[in-house]
Each structure stands twice: as structure tokens, then as C-alpha cells.
């Protein structure tokens, strides 16, 4: 088991996959490596369902911190193509924590909520000793749809195009530069570009306008980073893909700033980032959908029968631990 970040496959199913309580008929779709929502049936109706923990950096302001928290939240069923439409919170907050910095949070959650029609309907919040940033709590999204309208993370085809948005390690490179980037030796105009990319881990709006076209997958880019992704998108689907690296999107100064920290680009956590599979006859319209709204996106390869993910011709496997956690360690704890 890694010593940061998601637990690996072996524990997932040494110790969790083979308890998961009562077995119910209308759980359509369990806990699965890879997968980012669960599916229950209700009354014939999909009831996409994702947990996540809340991060809370005071230090990128408590507004932007929550806006941030909160899409990763929303993301994990935004991917079902379903828009989410209700959310429960629980906060374990640090005792430091003042009523007006809450207040602050709270009323960002509300205000992102809001604009995107997510009710919250339950919750819980308290103080804690021994609670402290930036694990604050955690929050379950849940949304609505009909069966048949479902994007299921396993749904690739064969002769599917795979689409990448965003590009590598957006999220990594911008929280790090934005913590601690007055402590790297790199030239300003670099700091100050690698700190934008913060501003792109939105995925919520990219994942609905991906799914209102003929697309077979959606999966976000967390833990693990891009190579972690693909390898779980084949993997879900049992197919192959094909990956020609020159043709993923990379922003500016990731290359930079993850050369500086030795860490692997595609191997780091980047909220902001999606796969998308699309039939090939449907691809460059969902590139185009993408665009239109501000998102880079690119066809970056093909899925195949077989297994596993090909870069450039070369196997590639899961990463298993993300490096930016050791970093943002590293720096954390060296203040």
C-alpha cells in the first residue's frame, strides 16, 4: 500500500472488496478500482452516487479552497453524464478554524451549488481536537437519471478515439506553485504561469458538455495522473489503447516545474483533466464542444482489443503512488 495518496488494487481487494456489506439486487453498479460513482436502482431510476474527502488549503484563500474542494466532490458523478443534483457535507473542523473563515467556505460551496442547481440536503458540522488541514471533512454528490442514459466508466469500444482535456499534472503544478513557489529556484514568469494552471481543475461543466454528445467513457484525472487513468479506463473497459504522447495537451510550465521537482508529468494528480471515448465518427465533435467553452482537448489515441495502455508503442502500467504527495510532504513539512 502506498504510503500517500488511494490505497493500491491488492489492498482494495484483500480487504474491502470482499466485505461490502448486504448483497442488493438493486445496487447496479459497487465499489470498483477505478471507477468514480456507484449506481443504485430506484424505482428504474439511476441514482449515481460519490464520496470524497474535503481539502481545505487556508493558504489559496478559503473561497477558492472550497470552490476547488468542491468540484472534485461533484466531478465523481458529473462523469456518469448525469448533472449532480444533490449533496451532503460532513465537516470535522479544525479547532483554529474561526466562525468568519467557515463562514468564508460555506458561503462559496453555496454560491458554486447554487449556479450549478446542487441542493445540499443533510450534513454534518463540529469542531474536533486533533482535527487539522487540510482533511476537513467529506461529501457524497448524488444525481439523477435514467438507465439508458448512463455513461458507464467501463462503456469504450473498440475502435473508440480517446480524447484528453486539460493535460497533465495541471493540479499538481498549480497547488504546489501556488503553496510554495516563493521556495523554487525557477524564474518568476514560470512561477506565475504554473500558478494559473490552478484556475483549470474545473471539471464539472467539462464532463456535462462532453456527455450531451455520443461519448462511450468519462473519467477524470486524480490520483495517479494521466498514466493512472488510462491504465484504469482500459482496464474498466478490457481493451487496449493506443497513446500517441505528442498529441496530449500539455500546459505551460508543467513540463518546468515537474522537471524542477522530479516528479513524472504524467504520473501526478491533475483535477481539471478528462479522459473522454468517443466513436470515431463523433470524436472531433466533442473536441469541438470542448473548445467552445474555453477546454483544450485533444484525440490522442485508439482503443483496441486486448489489454492494456501502449504510450509511443511501449507498455505502460499504474503508477500506484502519485509523486506530488511526497512533494507537497516534503515542503510541508520543511517550513
Known sequence: MPDYGKIDRGFFETYIHPNLGADREDVRLGPTPGVDFGVID???????????????????????????????????????????????????????????????????????????????VTGHTARYDGC????????????????????????????DRVIVTTGPAVEAVGLLTTLFGDRMSLPEDTITTAKRRLSETNTVRDALTASELPVTAIHDVTEGGLQGALTELAASAGLRLEIDSATVPTKPAVDDVCSYLDIEPWHATSSGTLLITAPKQHADSVVTALHDRGTDAAVVGTAHTGRGVYVDGTRVEHPETDPSWAVYAEYATNT
Open 42 to 120: 430506484v424505482n428504474d431510476t439511476a441514482l449515481v452516487v460519490a464520496t470524497d474527502p474535503i481539502s481545505i488549503l487556508p493558504a489559496l484563500g478559503f473561497e477558492r479552497a472550497a470552490r476547488f474542494a468542491l468540484d472534485i466532490v461533484l466531478a465523481d458523478v458529473a462523469v456518469s453524464g448525469f448533472a449532480p443534483r444533490f449533496l451532503s457535507i460532513s465537516f470535522t473542523l479544525p479547532p483554529s478554524m474561526t466562525d468568519e473563515e467557515f463562514g468564508m467556505l460555506w458561503n462559496a460551496i453555496d454560491d458554486t451549488a447554487t449556479k450549478l442547481g446542487v441542493s445540499i
Open 132 to 159: 487539522g488541514y487540510p482533511w476537513i471533512g467529506s461529501a457524497t454528490a448524488f444525481a439523477v437519471g435514467d438507465h439508458d442514459d448512463l455513461i458507464r466508466p467501463d462503456g469504450t469500444q473498440p475502435g
